[in-house]
């Protein structure tokens, strides 16, 4: 019995030299895509960046005017809508 136990315990031992370097591979290769995976995400970052610094200016400035045009459309409507207001409450004095 007692050689068996020493046959396992050393079968043992040799599995663990043969997983301990795969493992330890395998740990290195997630991080080093991990570590890939987020560099790659930082130069879109980037890129996007630069995308974003190289706006038309005419784009930019059709959308500017555009949305002048929608403030003075609000606008209009606000003063509108209390100028009708203010007519509503008159009326109901005055009846």
Known sequence: MDECMRIYHEKENIALQIRKPIVYLLVLYMFFVLLRSLIQVWVM????RRRQDHIDPDMKETF????????????????????????????????
């Open 64 to 95: 500017e005017a555009f949305n002048m045009l929608l403030r003075q459309i609000r606008r209009g409507l606000k003063q509108n809508t209390a100028m009708t207001t203010i007519r509503g409450k008159r009326s109901e004095h005055e009846d």
């Open 45 to 48: 970052t980037l890129r996007s």
